[in-house]
Each structure stands twice: as structure tokens, then as C-alpha cells.
């Protein structure tokens, strides 16, 4: 067997010397990663994103002077900033006159209207739940999101809430139903069309995969359609084209770990692969043209690409 490689004898001064060279080395290129990291965190964008009415695109942007609503139609290079919310306030439906989203509270998310100008919030209805992501119909009527029922504190002492499942009520907070018995660890969602025929559902079960299903108010069922993806995290964060023909969403089935871009049919059919960056693309929204995709890479960067994979370009 080898015998370890002797170690270098230094004298004693040169061994200090050596010594704080290395430390200030180190301090230097540790005040430049510090600096890199802490330059990256205030480029981060886009904590959520949805379409307005007329097919604009919204998306949270986190600045160093704080958290900004922007507005983009379609994917112009110009955003026009429509105001300030708090880094707190999570927008997911915009109107003419308003926008609904989720507003963190001291310990879960609550439903809130939020004003156009953006200068205040008024809670839709309080639960003693958690409650994320609501979407109204086209009158206002109903009202459909994302529930976590139960909290428990993570073994770094913070407060967590699981057993996700989709509801539905009117905006009052009456006639609740819950729709989904999944009782899963995370939860994403959209409306299938522009009714409240079928949803479609990205969740994970502890220790599961990423999973997508549709669920249809009808049969009150889910049907799982995400393609079979071993040795992979499984597919995540689906959406629909606007006529709900087509799914996009994110997942590792291709390389392990790597999230790219895929689209498939709306029962499951003709999985393909869209992107191929092997960079992280997260948060996929289909435009209204159904023929665009925008989304995150890593999680920073603002891009869009066509369904076929091609005009792969970088926006913002």
C-alpha cells in the first residue's frame, strides 16, 4: 500500500507568513463571492407570474429598492411598472379594476383583493388555513385555490404546511367545497379553458414524485397523465395553452436533475421536449397566442421560446 505523501517543513516565521497571505487571500476572494452572491439575489425576478385580460404578462420582480409590479404586454423589452407590493403579496389574477392574489400573514397566506394602484390589500375571507393561489371565473362568482390544512414545525424550527388540495367557494368565503383528496406536500394548479369544467394539477406526496392530473368537476376525479419519468424527480408546475389543448411543463425525465422545458397532449399523449439549455426553467406560461412560452431560468432570468423549440430567446 502507498505510504501518504510527506508533508512539507516550513520554518517557523515563513509558516506565519504563508499563513496570512492565505488569510488575506481567502478574505479577498470571500468578499468577492459575498459580493457576487449578494449582486445576484437583487437581480432575482419574478416570484409569480400570470396574464391579464387582454394577454399581458405580470410577473413580481425583486429589486433593491423593494418588490415591483411590472407589466409587460406580451414580451416587450419595456415593462411598464404599475407600483410597489409587499415582498409578502403574491398576485395571481389581474382585472381591469383589480387583482387578486395571497398575502402572508403571520404564520399562513390568506386570500386579498389588491387594488389597481396597488396602495392597500382587503382579505377575500380569513380561515384559520392556509390558502394560496385563487383564480375567479370570467364573473366573478367563484373562486378556486390551493389549501393547506395542516402545519407542523420543520426540524429547523420554522412553521410548514402540507396536505395541499384545490377548493372551491364563492368569494365571500361560503358554499366551500373541497374538490381534491390528495392531501399532498406542494401543489400547483390552473383552469383548464376558461371555465371551472377541469383543472389542471402538479403535486408531490412525501417522499413521491412530481406528478400532473387533471380533475374534473363532472366525476369529481383525478386522472394522472404525466409521462413515466424513472430515476427523475417526476413533471412539475403544469399549465395549458388557452384552448386547453396542450400542457407544458417542467421536468428531469431526459437527465436527472436538469429541468428543461416539455409539452404533451392534454390526456398524457406525444410527450416532447422542448428546451435544452441544462439550465434550470421553472414557471411556464403559455401566451394567448398559444404558440409562446415565457419562463424562468434559474430562477433570475426572464425567457421565452416557441412551442416547437425554436426562437429561444432571452427577455429580460
Given at each position: 500500500?502507498?505510504?501518504?505523501?510527506?508533508?512539507?517543513k516550513?520554518?517557523?516565521p515563513?509558516?506565519?507568513?504563508?499563513?496570512?497571505?492565505?488569510?488575506?487571500?481567502s478574505?479577498?476572494?470571500?468578499?468577492?463571492?459575498?459580493?457576487?452572491?449578494?449582486?445576484?439575489?437583487?437581480q432575482?425576478?419574478?416570484?409569480l407570474?400570470?396574464?391579464?385580460?387582454?394577454?399581458?404578462?405580470?410577473?413580481?420582480?425583486?429589486s433593491?429598492?423593494?418588490?415591483?409590479?411590472?407589466?409587460?404586454s406580451?414580451?416587450?423589452?419595456?415593462?411598464?411598472?404599475?407600483?410597489?407590493?409587499?415582498?409578502?403579496?403574491?398576485?395571481?389574477?389581474?382585472?381591469?379594476d383589480?387583482?387578486?392574489?395571497?398575502?402572508l400573514?403571520?404564520?399562513?397566506?390568506?386570500?386579498?383583493w389588491?387594488?389597481?394602484?396597488?396602495?392597500?390589500?382587503?382579505?377575500?375571507f380569513?380561515?384559520?388555513y392556509?390558502?394560496?393561489?385563487p383564480?375567479?371565473?370570467?364573473?366573478?362568482?367563484?373562486?378556486?385555490?390551493?389549501r393547506?390544512?395542516?402545519s407542523?414545525?420543520?426540524?429547523?424550527?420554522?412553521?410548514?404546511?402540507?396536505?395541499w388540495?384545490l377548493?372551491?367557494?364563492?368569494?365571500?368565503?361560503?358554499?366551500?367545497?373541497?374538490?381534491?383528496?390528495?392531501?399532498?406536500?406542494?401543489?400547483?394548479?390552473c383552469?383548464?379553458?376558461?371555465?371551472?369544467?377541469?383543472?389542471?394539477?402538479?403535486w408531490?406526496?412525501?417522499?413521491?414524485?412530481?406528478?400532473?392530473?387533471?380533475?374534473?368537476?363532472?366525476?369529481?376525479?383525478?386522472k394522472r397523465?404525466?409521462?413515466?419519468?424513472?430515476n427523475?424527480?417526476?413533471?412539475?408546475?403544469?399549465?395549458?395553452?388557452?384552448?386547453?389543448?396542450?400542457?407544458?411543463?417542467?421536468?428531469?425525465?431526459?437527465?436527472p436533475?436538469?429541468?428543461?422545458?416539455?409539452?404533451?397532449?392534454v390526456?398524457?399523449a406525444?410527450p416532447?421536449?422542448?428546451?435544452?439549455?441544462?439550465?434550470?426553467?421553472?414557471?411556464?406560461?403559455?401566451?394567448?397566442?398559444?404558440?409562446?412560452?415565457?419562463?424562468?431560468?434559474?430562477e433570475?432570468?426572464?425567457?421565452?421560446?416557441?412551442?416547437?423549440g425554436?426562437?429561444?430567446?432571452?427577455?429580460?
Amino acid at each position: 500500500m502507498d505510504s501518504p505523501p510527506l508533508k512539507p517543513k516550513f520554518h517557523l516565521p515563513y509558516v506565519r507568513s504563508r499563513s496570512f497571505g492565505t488569510v488575506l487571500v481567502s478574505v479577498s476572494i470571500g468578499m468577492a463571492l459575498l459580493w457576487l452572491v449578494l449582486h445576484k439575489v437583487t437581480q432575482v425576478q419574478s416570484i409569480l407570474g400570470c396574464l391579464g385580460p387582454n394577454g399581458e404578462l405580470y410577473y413580481v420582480r425583486q429589486s433593491p429598492s423593494g418588490d415591483v409590479l411590472v407589466e409587460r404586454s406580451g414580451t416587450r423589452r419595456t415593462p411598464s411598472v404599475l407600483g410597489r407590493v409587499k415582498v409578502t403579496l403574491q398576485p395571481s389574477q389581474v382585472f381591469a379594476d383589480k387583482l387578486i392574489g395571497s398575502e402572508l400573514l403571520s404564520d399562513r397566506y390568506q386570500l386579498c383583493w389588491i387594488e389597481r394602484q396597488l396602495r392597500s390589500t382587503r382579505p377575500m375571507f380569513r380561515s384559520t388555513y392556509s390558502d394560496m393561489s385563487p383564480v375567479c371565473d370570467s364573473n366573478c362568482s367563484q373562486v378556486a385555490f390551493i389549501r393547506a390544512a395542516r402545519s407542523y414545525t420543520s426540524g429547523w424550527g420554522s412553521l410548514e404546511w402540507t396536505d395541499w388540495d384545490l377548493y372551491l367557494a364563492k368569494p365571500d368565503g361560503s358554499d366551500l367545497r373541497r374538490l381534491t383528496k390528495l392531501t399532498a406536500k406542494e401543489m400547483t394548479y390552473c383552469p383548464i379553458g376558461p371555465g371551472f369544467d377541469r383543472f389542471l394539477l402538479g403535486w408531490r406526496i412525501p417522499y413521491g414524485q412530481y406528478e400532473i392530473g387533471v380533475f374534473s368537476l363532472a366525476s369529481g376525479q383525478v386522472k394522472r397523465i404525466s409521462p413515466e419519468s424513472p430515476n427523475s424527480y417526476g413533471c412539475a408546475e403544469p399549465t395549458s395553452s388557452a384552448d386547453g389543448t396542450v400542457v407544458v411543463f417542467r421536468s428531469d425525465r431526459a437527465v436527472p436533475g436538469a429541468y428543461e422545458l416539455w409539452r404533451m397532449d392534454v390526456d398524457g399523449a406525444h410527450p416532447r421536449q422542448i428546451t435544452k439549455l441544462g439550465r434550470r426553467c421553472s414557471q411556464p406560461i403559455v401566451l394567448r397566442d398559444g404558440k409562446t412560452i415565457v419562463f424562468l431560468v434559474d430562477e433570475v432570468e426572464l425567457w421565452q421560446v416557441s412551442m416547437d423549440g425554436s426562437e429561444l430567446t432571452r427577455i429580460e
